[in-house]
């Protein structure tokens, strides 16, 4: 596995030469995982219609299958970096998951002999499953590189760069899915993005230095405990099994209206596409604004005698604008507030470790009115300006989340606390998220006889109740998850007191090392 490698970093000397090209490194790698993973929701509307699939139906590609597959294989995989060659495992991850990303774009019925062996929707179902096996060998093994690349107080602040990779991935994710369908279509899409990812897993291995285990702790960590062992250590912590619950609840949130708002925004605004056939609808989306799209330069006017007429397509969105405004939307919002969760976590949490979690939670509560306005909003760019700072908020979680598990650890179970707390909060949300609101907007749909009868406020006729089912089911999903943001709180107040030792334990009693003065500081919100 050494052929071509540049070898392992032993000091930490070496590591602060080399840890900002490998950060960067290791977030575009992250980068890559999420253009695989979110291109398919804004080119799931037209693989609706020509695969002629229902709502669960995207669901569960976009969703369920993908992260039972995902969360999985993470726990093997990570078990195998803990034990292995860290950047080895997520560099063929990278490879794999890319490659499947291409495969994606060939799905068909296969037919033999007249009859239908596996449909369009199965195959792409199992091309999805693929790139969900590919991507679980990719943030563990970063995860615990990063952590032995930065001291414990300039950890939170690392991790929150590299997880805002995510949203640096679904931004070009939606800019390039968009795109490409428009100039190519949807297959050709697929082959577009997940080429790329092979020839950068090459970069990768012949670039990065990896750091031998435990390396910013106060010894280097040689062991390799088992599965059970490091399962048993995470559990063991009072702590824990809170804020997993709270992430998985809050990404069900931020999974469940993300991966459909590029089928919100069509479907809330828009009207019936002429072309739609069959079972299946097709929307065009109505921009509220047709001028700022031609200010935008994003369309055309003509002015004859002083008036100003506006092109169709000022009034009309397509999936490139549609990709743009949401991919900015999501993309920065999310960046901003990943980054801004570590700094705020490693700033409070000096002073007071339970801010690791207040600060994720108070993210929660506030973002969820916001989502649920940009839901109502009027129009399609008012519900985008509400959305923006809704995600900035929900997305301050992940960065102090990972740190606060991997202060709890020690360092040889660093990648595998990270599959774990993955493997919950994605079975959570980016399992049941965005399926069951794929669930819901379907059932909605087929009740919306009896529905609009009942509850004026959801249409007034039959066939508004039916455009508008996706729109109430992910306003349901905010409501039903977001009281569970409490329980973050119950986690900060059972996390360890005192300063911790190398393997997670407190060996003091205040729940921080103290000031530069010497005085324990213990303020926050009381528990």
């Known amino acids: ?306 008036v100003k007429t506006l092109a169709a397509d000022c009034y009309d969105m397509n999936k490139t604008e549609i990709g743009l405004f949401y991919g900015t939307c999501s993309g920065v919002g999310g960046m901003i507030g990943t980054i801004a969760g570590g700094y705020f976590a490693d700033r409070l949490g000096a002073k007071d470790r339970r801010w690791f979690l207040w600060v994720p939670m108070w993210g929660k509560f506030l973002g969820a009115p916001l989502f649920i306005a940009a839901m109502l909003a009027p129009t399609v760019e008012w519900s985008l300006l509400l959305y923006f700072p809704g995600i900035t908020l929900a997305a301050m979680y992940l960065g102090p989340s990972l740190a606060i598990t991997h202060h709890l650890v020690p360092a040889s179970m660093r990648a595998m606390s990270s599959a774990v707390l993955f493997f919950i909060l994605n079975i959570l949300g980016l399992g049941t998220g965005p399926f069951v609101v794929g669930l819901l907007s379907d059932w909605i749909g087929g009740n919306a006889q009896s529905l609009s009868e009942a509850h004026s406020f959801l249409g007034n006729s039959v066939e508004e109740v039916k455009q508008m089912s996706l729109k109430w089911a992910m306003i349901i999903a905010v409501i039903l998850m977001t009281p569970l943001s409490i329980l973050w709180h119950i986690g900060a107040t059972k996390l360890p007191k005192g300063e911790l030792d190398d393997e997670g334990g407190a060996v003091a009693e205040a729940l921080t090392e103290g000031d530069p003065k010497g005085h324990t500081q213990t303020t926050g919100p009381s528990s």
């Open 1 to 306: 596995m050494a052929f071509l490698s540049p070898g392992k970093i032993t000091t930490m000397d070496e590591a602060r030469k080399h840890r900002t090209y490998a950060l960067w490194i290791l977030i575009i790698v992250y980068i890559f995982n999420f253009i695989d993973r979110q291109i398919v929701n804004i080119l799931q509307e037209d693989i609706k219609h020509e695969l002629n699939l229902q709502d669960w139906q995207l669901g569960m590609m976009t969703g369920l299958t993908f992260a039972v597959v995902y969360c999985t294989a993470g726990i093997p995989v990570a078990r195998l970096a803990d034990s292995s060659s860290r950047k080895g495992v997520m560099v063929v991850s990278l490879a794999i998951w890319s490659a499947f990303t291409a495969i994606c774009g060939l799905a068909t019925d296969i037919n033999v002999g007249g009859m239908t062996i596996i449909s369009g929707f199965v195959f792409l179902l199992v091309a999805r499953m693929g790139v969900g096996l590919g991507e679980a060998g990719g943030s563990p093994p970063a995860h615990a590189m990063i952590s032995d690349l930065y001291e414990k107080e300039k950890r939170g602040r690392a991790l929150a760069l590299y997880s805002a990779g995510l949203y640096a991935g679904t931004l070009l994710g939606y800019y390039l899915g968009g795109w490409l369908s428009e100039a190519l279509n949807w297959r050709q899409a697929f082959f577009v993005v997940g080429i790329p990812g092979i020839i950068f897993a090459i970069i990768a291995w012949t670039t990065v230095k990896e750091p031998v285990r435990g390396l910013s702790g106060a010894t280097a960590s040689v062991d390799k405990p088992t599965f059970m062992t490091s399962f048993r250590k995470l559990w063991s912590l009072k702590a824990f099994p809170y804020y997993a619950i709270a992430t998985g609840a809050g990404t069900f949130i931020t999974y469940g209206l993300g991966n459909w708002m590029p089928s919100f925004m069509p479907r809330t605004y828009g009207i019936v596409d002429p072309a739609s056939a069959g079972e299946t609808v097709k929307y065009i989306g109505q921009w509220g604004m047709p001028d700022l799209q031609n200010m935008l330069g994003l369309c055309q006017a003509t002015v004859v005698d002083g």
